[in-house]
Structure formats: structure tokens, C-alpha cells
């Protein structure tokens, strides 16, 4: 071994030390080294630092062995018809859905599980169902996904009021006086749906849960989006009960994908209102009588085929997170995400100015581990992220770097006013996240984008180390500048006078 490696060896080993002093409970995490080692050894082996968990989590070898062999065992047709291979498949396709329904603590009295295709699908068939009509309303937080976003054009063509909620800097934290006075706007007599994140795809904020009964005591429907909080939470639908609930199964345990689901509570499901049929949603429908009698329930909802040989998959997926334990996940993502925001905090340039500016909480309160920002010059300039996610790719470090579909919380947090949207919505046919990101940093000196790191089921502090290297490697560095106005990430001010 070289000098150099047995120095950087110390380094690693010293900062685990010193990791370990400050994060004890991180010992108590130890299974998920032995689940690493075993089931995820791929990323080892091929010396992949992984930090993209919000946007899909990694499966166990385990998953697919599983699913290979309930496939390779059985003979599977098409559900839902009465000939023996159907009936098989049914069986699954039903067992797995009384699983899901379980895990989220859901009874089959208060709750239906759909499945749809992912997330988005099954928030889609929130937005096309639902009653909106003029006098009802909309509210949505600045903090959503545009999956959630995109239900306002539904709302918009059927004339409901729409109003967002905005967040309050730098925590990205709900403002919950501005919250608190819209939700008093609505008229209890008609249908009202609120939208929020259970936790923010952008920020890592965990938004509380206590809002789902408030809004549901002022006559809003709760639409709940836990496709960001359930890979490292427990979501209890016997204590939270929002009416609709939107998930994506790779997103909790990595596969498989294209398979997610809408809960909906009973009350909630009365309402909403199918604008269309298709094979597998009707009782009856007649081409001469041109009417169709919907089937009740979940069927109502499941156009088509479903994905049905990748369903018993969910059940596998379902089964492996509750034996590694959520609660032993939530720890060490506690422990590394703090290590991680006290060391971004910590890195300074030569001069003493910060690197990084974090975008959300500095501090584990109230947040998972999800973790946006953007490095800064020593004078203060941005630095180009996706040249920063090209170079970690290179180191093979996963990154994620834009607005990720979120641009309600990426505007408030870059200060982005409705002016500086409305410029880039003037860019008509060439606007996209490049050419906006270039007005504002030409233009208006602000920054639209930034690097999302996020950390997750088998997450460990080697991958950690490694990623804080590589960004403790811009230190001084001021190649990668882009634009030409400086900032000062403390004081979160313009720096004017080059000082
Ligand atoms: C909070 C949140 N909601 C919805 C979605 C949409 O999920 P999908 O792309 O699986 O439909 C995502 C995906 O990143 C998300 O993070």
C-alpha cells in the first residue's frame, strides 16, 4: 500500500471515530451492514456509491430470487376469470393487495387499495374523479411533487378555486399561519381537496401529520402524497386518515417497478366519479343501450390488464422492508444525515466563506434523509451542479441534481419570485430547466437547480465519507463558476462589494 492510501486509510478510520462519538446509535444499526454485505453486495463490488434513494430504493438479491421462483413454480394467466391459471393469479394479485392494506395498518373496512402504475398514476386518478366544481376548491403547499401539481388542471377546467400554500426560508417548512387562514376557506357543503407531501421529495422536510384530521374538520378531502416518506417511515392509516393516499412500490424496496397504489377511504371513494370505463372496470356495458354499469370498489379504478406478474412482487418487497425493520432504517439515516449536514456546515474555503448551502433544515429535526443543496466559490459564485453530478458520476457517485419535479419548493428556496417564473414561462417552446436556470443566472443573478443527495435503506458511513471527500474536492476551486454575481451563503445576501 501506498503512502497515500494508508494515510487516507487513518483519515477514514479517524472520522468513523469520531462519527461513531457523535452518532452512537449508529451502532445499533449494525444488521443493515450484514444486509449489505449479503444481499446488496453488488454495490461493493462494483464501488458504487448510492445516494439517490428518493428517487428509487435498491433491491435485495433476496426480492428476485423470491419472485423468480413463485414465477418459475406456478402456471399464471390473466386474473380474474375463473379458469384455474386466472384463479392462481388472482389469488396473488388479491393476497398481495390484503398485504399492502395490512402493512399501512389499513382495514378493509375505512380503506380500498388500487393499483395502478406508479405514484403519478394513482394520483392521476385522484385528479380525473374528483368532484371539483366551481365554488369547491383546491389547495395545494408550494411543496409537491408535479405529479400532485398537475391534479390543478383538472380543478382548473371544472372550475374550482385553486390556492397554494406557501413554505416559509430556509427551513421549507409549511407556513402555517398563511396554511392555518386558507384552510378556513372552505364551505363545508361542497368538495374540497387538500394536497401535501407526508415528506418533501426536494427538502427531506417530513410535513406534519396532525394536518390531515385539522383539514378534515374544516371540510377538506386530504389527499396525503407518501411516496417520499414511506421507504423510511411507517404509515399508520388506523391513526392518519387521510381519504387518499398515493405510493410507489420502488421507491420503498426497489422492485418492482411499475407498480403503485392509491388508498382510498370509504367515505372518500363515494365521491369520486370515473370519467370513463374501461376492460376490467365494468359490470355491464352495452354498445346499443351506449351505457355502461361500473364495477364497484378497487375494479372501478384498475383499467385494463394489471401489471400482474410483477404484483406478488410488492408482497415479497412488503415482506423483506418489515424484516430489516423501518424503525432500524430510520436510525441510521438519522445518524448519517446529521453527520452529513454538520460536515456540509462545517466546510469553508480558504477564506473562511462556506461551500455549501443547504436548501431545507440544517438540523435531523423534522426531516428525513434527504438532503438538496449547492456549493459555492470562495467568492461566492455557484458553482455548475451538473458538472458536479458529471464528476461524482465519474468518482461513481449517484447524485441528482435539478428541480426534481418539485418547483413549488425549488422557487421558494432559491428566492425565485412569481416575475422571475413568469420570464421563464416567456421563453415559450425553449423553456426547460436549462434555458430557465440561464436567465436567472444571466439576467436576474439567482440560481434555478440545485444537487439532491438522499440516503437510504443500506446506506453506510463509507459511502458517506466518500461523498463528503468529493465534495470537500471544490474546496478552493473556482473552475466550475457559473454566473457572475456572488453570494454569501450564511447572511443569504448578494455579495456587492467583493469582500
Ligand atoms: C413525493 C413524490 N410524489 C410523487 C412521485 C411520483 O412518483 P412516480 O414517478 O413513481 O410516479 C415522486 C417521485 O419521485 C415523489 O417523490
Known amino acids: 500500500m501506498t503512502h497515500g492510501a494508508v494515510d487516507e486509510m487513518r483519515q477514514a478510520e479517524r472520522a468513523y471515530a469520531d462519527f461513531i462519538a457523535r452518532y452512537p446509535d449508529y451502532a445499533k444499526t449494525a444488521s443493515l451492514d450484514r444486509l449489505r454485505a449479503t444481499q446488496y453486495r453488488r454495490l461493493d463490488e462494483q464501488r458504487q456509491v448510492y445516494l439517490d434513494y428518493t428517487g428509487a430504493c435498491l433491491y435485495a438479491e433476496s426480492q428476485l430470487t423470491e419472485h423468480l421462483e413463485m414465477l418459475r413454480g406456478g402456471v399464471f394467466g390473466n386474473p380474474h376469470s375463473a379458469n384455474p391459471t386466472s384463479a392462481a393469479m388472482t389469488e396473488h394479485v388479491e393476497r398481495t393487495r390484503r398485504s399492502a392494506l395490512k402493512y399501512f395498518n389499513a382495514s378493509a373496512e375505512d380503506y380500498i387499495l388500487v393499483f395502478a402504475q406508479n405514484a403519478s398514476a394513482a394520483l392521476k386518478l385522484v385528479g380525473e374523479s374528483y368532484p371539483f366544481a366551481s365554488g369547491g376548491r383546491f389547495l395545494l403547499t408550494f411543496d409537491n411533487h408535479n405529479s400532485v401539481n398537475g391534479i390543478r388542471e383538472f380543478a382548473r377546467a371544472k372550475g374550482a378555486a385553486i390556492d397554494y400554500a406557501p413554505l416559509l426560508t430556509p427551513g421549507l417548512q409549511f407556513d402555517m399561519a398563511r396554511l392555518d387562514a386558507l384552510l378556513e376557506q372552505a364551505d363545508p357543503a361542497r368538495d374540497n381537496l387538500f394536497a401535501y407531501p407526508a415528506q418533501s421529495n426536494f427538502s427531506g422536510v417530513r410535513h406534519p401529520l396532525d394536518l390531515v384530521a385539522k383539514a378534515q374538520s374544516k371540510g377538506w378531502d386530504v389527499l396525503l402524497d407518501a411516496a417520499a416518506f414511506v421507504p423510511t417511515n411507517r404509515l399508520d392509516l388506523a391513526a392518519v386518515r387521510p381519504d387518499f393516499v398515493s405510493v410507489s412500490f420502488y421507491k420503498m424496496f426497489g422492485y418492482p417497478t411499475g407498480v403503485g397504489a392509491l388508498l382510498i377511504r370509504r367515505p372518500a371513494l363515494a365521491k369520486l366519479k370515473r370519467p370513463w370505463f374501461a376492460g376490467g372496470t365494468i359490470n355491464f356495458a352495452s354498445v346499443q343501450g351506449r351505457a355502461h354499469v361500473l364495477s364497484p370498489n378497487e375494479a372501478a379504478f384498475e383499467d385494463g390488464t394489471l401489471n400482474y406478474l410483477s404484483i406478488p412482487a410488492v408482497e415479497i418487497g412488503l415482506r423483506h ?161 457559473i454566473g457572475e454575481v456572488a453570494f454569501d451563503i450564511e447572511s443569504c445576501r448578494i455579495i456587492r462589494d467583493g469582500s
Open 321 to 481: 422492508l418489515e424484516a430489516v425493520g423501518v424503525d432500524v432504517i430510520a436510525k441510521r439515516i438519522r445518524c448519517l444525515t446529521g453527520w452529513l449536514l454538520e460536515e456540509f456546515l462545517a466546510l469553508r474555503h480558504s477564506n473562511g466563506r462556506a461551500m455549501v448551502r443547504i436548501y431545507g433544515p440544517a438540523t435531523t429535526e423534522k426531516r428525513g434523509g434527504t438532503v438538496t443543496f449547492n456549493l459555492y466559490d470562495p467568492q461566492g459564485h455557484l458553482l455548475d451542479y451538473r458538472r458536479v453530478e458529471e464528476l461524482a458520476g465519474s468518482e461513481g457517485i449517484s447524485l441528482r441534481t435539478g428541480c426534481f419535479c418539485n418547483p413549488g419548493a425549488g422557487e421558494m428556496a432559491e428566492g425565485l419570485t412569481e416575475e422571475d417564473m413568469q420570464a421563464g414561462l416567456a421563453l415559450g417552446t425553449d423553456a426547460n430547466l436549462q434555458s430557465f436556470a440561464r436567465l436567472m443566472r444571466d439576467r436576474r443573478h439567482k440560481s434555478a437547480g440545485s444537487i439532491r443527495a438522499s440516503i437510504g435503506l443500506v446506506t453506510n458511513f463509507a459511502d458517506m465519507w466518500h461523498f463528503l471527500r468529493f465534495i470537500g474536492g471544490f474546496r478552493d476551486q473556482t473552475r466550475l463558476t
